[in-house]
T-cell receptor
């Protein structure tokens, strides 16, 4: 089982839709959580950190459930420019200290 | 511009050759990384340096040798290139080992 798992998609949604992605992690020692966005043939960019109490940044809401070991990302009122691959990222301490483990990403395609 | 910059952007070479990829960051970050993203889009850490010292060395063939002349630079030298080395290599930096990453725009390596 991979340490960070995501549904690869693609999620094809119309503009204005609300879409949610989930991500599960297997290592309970994981300490920090992030969502990154990667556009086609570009570098990953930090979208938002994920805090235990949940956090929101504009149309984006991130949630963490430590008991069930999953992270979610909700995008409201989808825009064409939201089309990208969304990477779930977990920081694991111990062993390779402070190592960031990336999921394979969930591809989102927002259509007009 | 403040950024992580890596060169070259594209690198096409034959099996058996030796090549280097350079990375520089002017963000004043203490930690730098090399990641490999393969054809399946899986992003995996290779090395991490903190203030010129190696802190992470994942299971990478010893044909790959990172060099950090100062904390703003982390270069990657690859000896005896193999077909399986074809991938996109991303350099990244972070303020500290537990901070989010800032990625360079990647080097697409093709080994023929």
């Amino acid at each position: 089982r991979k340490e960070v798992e995501q549904d690869p998609g693609p999620f094809n949604v119309p503009e204005g839709a609300t879409v949610a992605f989930n991500c599960t992690y297997s290592n309970s020692a994981s300490q920090s959580f992030f969502w990154y966005r990667q556009d086609c043939r570009k570098e990953p960019k930090l979208l938002m950190s994920v805090y235990s109490s949940g956090n929101e940044d504009g149309r984006f809401t991130a949630q963490l459930n430590r008991a069930s070991q999953y992270i979610s990302l909700l995008i409201r009122d989808s825009k064409l420019s939201d089309s990208a691959t969304y990477l779930c990222v977990v920081r694991r301490y111990g062993g390779s200290q402070g190592n960031l483990i990336f999921g394979k990403g969930t591809k989102l395609s927002v259509k007009p | 511009d403040t950024a992580v910059s890596q060169t070259p952007k594209y690198l096409v070479t034959q099996m058996g050759n030796d090549k280097s990829i350079k990375c520089e960051q002017n963000l004043g970050h203490d930690t730098m990384y090399w990641y490999k993203q393969d054809s399946k889009k899986f992003l995996k850490i290779m090395f991490s340096y903190n203030n010129k010292e190696l802190i992470i060395n994942e299971t990478v063939p010893n044909r790959f040798s990172p060099k950090s002349p100062d904390k703003a630079h982390l270069n990657l030298h690859i000896n005896s290139l193999e077909l399986g080395d074809s991938a996109v290599y991303f350099c990244a930096s972070s303020l500290a080992s537990d901070s989010p990453l800032h990625f360079g725009n990647g080097t697409r390596l093709t080994v023929t």
